[in-house]
Structures are given as C-alpha cells and as structure tokens.
C-alpha cells in the first residue's frame, strides 16, 4: 500500500520558512469519506483533489433524492462541480441554489453593481466599464457571521478567451502545512471586515449606515467543515483584519504565510468558462480567483449564493 505523506518536504531557506520541493500530494476527503462510485453521475476531475466536471444532470429544482444524494457527496468530495451545456435559465439556477439552503441577499452589490436590482439572484456584468474586481484570492462573505455554503455561477457571456475562475483547496493546504503551523493556528480566531474592500465603494453614509448591521466579526482560523470533519483554512486577504491575541506584527507575518501557502498551484484547478458553464463550489473548503485578463472584453455570470452556518473550530 502507498502512503501518501502528511506534510511536503519542506527545505526552508533564509527568507522562505515555506519552501518547498518535490510531492506536494494529499487527501482529497477526510477519513471515512463514503467514496462508493457515483451511480448516477460521471465525474471528470480538474485535479487530484478540487474541482470536477460532472455529466448526467440537467440542473433545475426538480432533482430527486438519489441525485440530490450524488450531488452532495460529490461537491464535498471534489469542492467545486462543474456543469457544461446548461441550457437554462435564471429561475432553474435559482430553484437548484433552492435546494441547498436560503438565498443570500448581498447588501453591497447595489452600491458596487450599477443597475443592480435582482438581490438574491446577483448579476455580475463585467465589461469595459467595471472591469472584473475579483481577482485576489477570498472565501466568499466571511465579514458575516454566517459566511456563504457555497454559489452557483453561471456564464452567461464569456470572453473568447480570458476570465477564467480559479479555485484552491483549503483543505489540501491546511494538511500540507508543517504539523509546527498547524498546531499554531489550530486554536487561533481571527476578525473579518468589509469596509476596506465593499466599504471603499459606498458613500460615507452608506457605510455608516451598513456598519451598525455589520460590524467586524471572529471567525476560526481553521474551520471544521461539519459533515466531513475536514480542517480548513479560513483566513483570505480581502476580508481578513488581523488574528487575534498575538501581536500585530505575527499576526501579519502569519496570514502573510497562509495566504501565500494557499497560493501553490497543487491546491488549484482552474476552469475555462464557455456560455451555459454552471459552477457549484463549496465556500467552505476553498478559496476563489476570477482572473481578470480579458478587458475590453465582456464577462458576463449569474451569481446566486447560499447562506451557511457559523464556521466552528477545531
Ligand atoms: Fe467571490
């Protein structure tokens, strides 16, 4: 039997306590995942552990128990489905985002979206006048108490090339850090703010106005996805302020680490959108990147997410 190592070999250089060469190999599930095949669905992975594309399904609210079943194992075991040729339309992809959980009502996009009305189904029309903003590496609204379960993206126009998302698993890279880090970060609790980010768009009244719905919140550093029992990373640089009870400087230093750790390409797939692409990832085990390459060019989704519970620690 192979054993699959723990922790990369890591050969530490005088600037890079992180570097390191060789296998960066892990477990793409917790122990005791229910990995029997999937009878219903055909699963083509992205990569080793995140993101696969998922035939047999024609999304919509109508879907049985059985496939319901399938689709839930398969997005914890693989993080983020993708769905091609989805010749549907918004109410589908709403009835499917139904079955998950409560629609989010995102309170900031009327401010950073122009025209924006739809709240719960968020449409985000990236062209050559608001060119694409999310390209640094995040977990979607982890400024809230209760942070996204997951989103539905569907493309609806796409450049011909450029604009692809990338996704990296925050599972493989909690395992893949020196056991010394994990046992580090495992008890610490960090805080999360929107103002440096949605609140740099808003007018000053807004912001005032917004704070007293949304003030800072705590947040685990590592979360513990509930039904796998998988450890997390949970920190992102456009939401994450600070960890808390250590000094500002290794508080900095440490996110500094996690966030370029989480970086390495052997967490990551990355998906080339073409028009009726439907993504499904789980906001709870990964982190997102939409690569912002293609201004003038349009990029236009559909967004809908789901509301999740308050992450618990280790
Ligand atoms: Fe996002």
Redesign the pocket.
């Known amino acids: 039997m192979t054993t699959i190592p723990t922790a990369p070999m890591i050969f530490p250089t005088p600037t890079d306590p992180l570097a390191a060469f060789g296998p960066l190999v892990g477990r793409r599930t917790a122990d005791g995942f229910d990995d029997r095949p999937y009878e219903r669905l055909t699963v083509h992975p992205l990569s080793p552990t995140i993101g696969a594309e998922v035939d047999g399904v024609r999304l919509g609210g109508d879907l049985d128990e059985q496939m319901l079943g399938e689709l839930r194992r398969a997005l914890l075991e693989w993080k983020v489905l993708v769905f091609r040729d989805q010749d549907i339309d918004r109410t589908d992809q709403r009835a499917f985002a139904q079955l998950w959980g409560e629609l989010e009502q995102h309170p900031f996009f009327k401010y950073t979206q122009p025209g924006q009305t739809d709240i719960d189904v968020v449409t985000l029309a990236k062209d050559a006048m608001t060119a694409g903003t999310?390209n640094n590496w995040?977990?979607?609204i982890t400024w809230h108490t209760t942070p996204s379960f997951g989103?539905v993206l569907r493309a609806v126009e796409v450049p011909e090339v450029g604009g692809d998302t990338l996704w990296t698993d925050t599972g493989l890279a909690y395992d893949l850090l020196p056991q010394d880090i994990r046992d580090r970060i495992d008890p610490l609790v960090a805080e999360h703010d929107w103002i440096a980010t949605f609140g740099r768009h808003m007018p000053a009244e807004a912001v005032e106005q917004l704070r007293t719905h949304f003030p800072p919140v705590q947040h685990p550093v590592v979360r513990v996805v509930p039904e796998t029992g998988r450890r997390a990373l949970f920190v992102n640089m456009i939401f994450t302020q600070r960890i808390l009870g250590i000094p500002a400087e290794e508080s900095d230093e440490l996110l500094r680490l996690l966030y370029r750790h989480v970086q390495r390409p052997e967490f990551q797939c990355r998906l080339r959108w073409r028009p009726n692409t439907i993504a499904f990832w789980d906001n709870r085990s990964c982190q997102?990147y939409?690569s912002s390459d293609y201004f003038p060019a349009r990029r236009v989704m559909d967004?809908i997410s789901i509301v999740g519970d308050r992450p618990v620690g280790v």
């Open positions: 999310e995040h977990n979607d989103a997102h939409a967004r």
